[in-house]
């Protein structure tokens, strides 16, 4: 199966195919340590990559094969131009980037524990992104989303909290497929009980929204994550068409309106989780915005999360997030050399 649809992905690689998949968010630079197990005060030097979880995906589809854009908005600096020029080279639609002549792009630190998870710090006060206003998004390119995509983090304040939500309601009012990843930082955030309202909060506006284990503790109150019960008694809405649950290298979980089960993941030697989940979310979305039957069709949406799983474990192999996301032929590649 791996192959059969690691195969089908690469007749479907043109820059036309599928539609479009607008991205929404932050884009900063990540400074990862280059030295795992040591804390950020002790690591001895860092790599600097590009980054910020909505970008990521964009990159992510756009190197798939599909058609992306990015909206978000970044510092009138180096740090925002070199990050405007990544996306441009790799393919994304950058009509909706804009460029703050006051405030800083974004940066954050990460410090890499033996097994590749993450401790970040961020350096935003404010920083381009958190002063997004509703005037400076590009109306047309939301508008002609097949699928939109968004987290969290410009939830946290204003005026970004207002734009996201603007952004979401043009986005659903044009029949794009919703697309969620709240991808809790709490860091960012005043207090976790803010974190949790704001991410709640929109949470019955999305088609397909994606969490990792950790985060359903943390939005069930310390729930059993492995309980189903616990899964769908709270997370669980009426309009949703697909609800997952990743566990790194244990693969995924999946609940529909009609059937649920499990997808494994591929074992590999972790360096960076950084992006991990970002992957996963483009190798699926990508699929979907060739064709959305795959919801309601169990067998090719086990082969999707088979192949998005796929993404996410060649990401955790490399330092950084968007200098780590696979093309497709480097997809088709490992699902054709390991076990299905």
Known sequence: MAENLASSMANL????SGGMIVSFGELLIDFVSTVAGVSLADAPAFKKAPGGAPANVAVGVSRLGGRSAFIGKVGDDEFGRMLADVLEKNGVNVKGLRFDIVARTALAFVALKECGEREFMFFRNPSADMLMVPSDLDEGLIRNAEVFHYGSISLISEPSRSTHL???KLAKQSGALMSYDPNLRLALWPSPEAARREILNIWNEADIIKV??????FLTNGGDDKLDEVVLGTLWHDKLKLLLVTDGPEGCRYYTPTFKG???SFKVAAIDTTGAGDAFVAGLLQTLAQNKSILSDEPALR???RFACACGAITTTERGAIPAMPDLAAVTRFMGTVAA
Do not use: G, N, Q, Y
Not at 13 to 16: D, I, N
């Open 303 to 305: 082969a999707a999360l």
């Open 262 to 264: 499990h997808v494994d």
């Open 166 to 168: 603007a952004a979401m």
């Open 13 to 16: 690689r043109t820059p036309s």
């Open 212 to 217: 990792s284990d950790e985060e359903v503790k």
